[in-house]
């Protein structure tokens, strides 16, 4: 069993995950990531349109991930948090660039381009968003 | 409601590493222990429901509702299969319920399988991690592990829940795994080997997670009115409830609650007419130590934030208020994810006959049931008495 997938799979996140795009509701003035045709608030009513997030943000809760799933065991200890973007809406994503003990919650954090995961000997090679403090 | 539904027959396997059985020894031994304990034979049967989180990446096996049905020599009796990640046969029970209520069905065999130990290294991490949103959470590096340090952090930051609170569950889980056979672990654990074994998320250790496990479990449903031909003591179903939240625990605006749990809680005291203080005792989905905290306070038992200073208070143990998992829990009874549910509905029927030895809740006439499927994004409560009404 492996957790490679076809290209396309991907291909069609790039956006987001390139450039941290996700969704604006225009009715409900509500954010949420990954993109959404529909407003989770205002379902039909909604006026959803995609936005690019600033990328600041505030560490909401972490952890140091010390078991680490398949594509990622290089990497381990690495932290995960769920960052609260400036906008409003949460995402997941790794901090790097400081000490694991050195994660607080509350503390300024901004996006960065990274390497995500090789996935497998003859894979892809995946990029992303990680986030790091704010210096 | 429209019919009274009845629990008339339970059979459970052993929980933990069974390296000489496989998905259709685990399916038949259950099966097969809760119709003999039903007094029921194969040709009763009109329904199989079981459920099953991951079969296909466990052991390369789908389509397990004609695989109940083969393995139990029961065709062509109908069968379905149900799926919610760690909640697939609370599923099961719910949907079982409803085919008896309805009026459809006379007598369902309910239950749930999981076969987790055929595979090597990390890949069993992968397998559950299909519980969260692969795209969005998965694929950063988040485990399961993960999610609930994510939970007990932001518990620990806004509510002050200790660590040592924390390992309490574990330790007062193991404690009661004793006195059970069915459970993986016979081991008595203290606050300071939790807190000294290795960390895999902080701030949760290795005795913080349940264990990885094969088992099955079921459970034979008829309309209360027919109960009385099988058993002098049947259990009734109370309240059966479904509720479901974000598939990303990122998304919910607290983390500290599950919120699943309390729409479930909600609409089965609803459903059952009883209140927290009515209920004698409660297995709850301690996957995680925090999430048995976190569970104590979402169904009632305590004010939210108040978890950790219950369980250190000593009221949830056998003899306590509220005991909490008498049967050692998924902690310490093991977790074998498709088969948790059906087995927490096994031990509150075994509980409320008085039947569990060395762990009976005295005198217990109503039980709870909570079993959450990922962060929370399917939660299913029951309420099990030995009262119809």
């Known amino acids: 069993m ?23 509701c225009d009715s409900c003035n509500s954010y949420f990531f990954p993109t959404s045709t529909i407003c989770p608030k205002c379902r039909r009513k909604g006026n959803v349109k995609e936005h690019s997030f600033s990328g600041k943000g505030k560490v909401f809760s972490h952890t140091t991930i010390r078991v680490a799933p398949e594509g990622f065991e290089a990497y381990a200890p690495y932290v995960i948090a769920i960052i609260e973007l400036d906008e409003g809406a949460k995402v997941v994503s790794q901090v790097v660039d400081c000490k694991p003990e050195d994660v607080k919650i509350g503390m300024p954090v901004e996006v960065c381009f990274r390497k995500i995961r090789e996935e497998g000997k003859s894979g892809l090679v995946l990029y992303g968003f990680k986030f790091k403090p704010v210096l | 409601m429209n019919r009274d539904v009845a629990i008339v027959g339970v059979g459970m396997t052993k929980f933990g590493e069974h390296w000489k059985k496989g998905l259709k020894e685990l399916i038949t031994e259950a099966g097969v222990k809760a119709v003999e304990d039903a007094g029921i034979s194969g040709k009763d049967i009109q329904l199989i429901v079981g459920g099953s989180m991951s079969s296909g ?8 509702g004609a695989l109940f049905t083969d393995y139990l020599g029961l065709s062509p009796v109908p069968a379905i299969r149900t799926e919610a990640a760690c909640a697939s046969s609370s599923v099961a029970l719910t949907t079982g319920t409803m085919a008896v209520q309805s009026g459809r069905y006379d007598c369902v065999v309910v239950g749930g399988v999981e076969k987790m130990t055929d595979v090597y290294g990390n890949l069993a991490t992968t397998a559950l991690a299909g519980a969260m949103d692969r795209d969005n959470e998965a694929h950063f590096g988040l485990t399961f592990p ?65 264990p990885i ?3 099955a479990a079921a459970l034979i449903l008829v309309p209360a009115e027919h109960a009385k031909k099988y058993t002098d003591t049947p259990i009734y179903i109370r309240a059966s409830s479904q509720a479901s939240d974000t598939l990303s625990l990122y998304m919910r ?20 007419g009883l209140k927290p203080e009515d209920i004698h005792f409660a297995e709850v989905h301690d996957c995680f130590t925090i999430n048995e905290i976190i569970a104590s306070e979402d169904l009632g038992f305590c004010k939210k934030g108040e978890g950790g200073r219950l369980v250190q208070s000593g009221e949830t143990a056998i003899g306590g208020k509220i005991p909490i998992n008498p049967s050692g829990g998924l902690k310490a009874k093991g977790h074998p994810v498709g088969a948790t549910g059906a087995a927490q509905a096994v ?43």
């Open chain 2, 57 to 64: 990446m466990f052991v390369g096996q789908e389509h397990t």
């Open chain 2, 146 to 210: 993960g999610v609930y340090a994510l939970m007990a952090q932001r518990h620990m930051h806004q509510y002050g829940t200790t660590r040592e609170q924390i390992a309490m569950v574990a330790v007062k889980n193991h404690e009661n795994a004793m006195h059970n056979p069915n459970a993986q672990f016979h081991r008595k654990i203290c606050v300071e080997s939790v807190l000294k074994s290795a960390l895999v998320s902080d701030p949760l250790r290795l005795l913080d997670c349940s």
């Open chain 1, 2 to 24: 492996t957790t490679e997938k076809a290209v396309a799979h991907h291909w069609r996140k790039f956006k987001e995950r390139y450039g941290l795009v996700g969704s604006k």
């Open chain 2, 213 to 215: 496990a094969d088992g």
């Open chain 2, 253 to 272: 605006p607290d983390i500290t609650t599950v919120g699943a749990t309390i729409s479930a809680v909600q609409n089965a005291y609803k459903q059952s």
């Open chain 2, 347 to 389: 031990e509150i029927v075994e509980q409320l006959r008085g039947e569990a030895g060395g762990r009976q809740v005295k005198g217990a006439e109503n039980g709870l049931a909570h079993n959450v499927g990922g962060s929370g994004s399917t939660v299913v409560v029951h309420m099990l008495s030995r009262n119809r009404k």
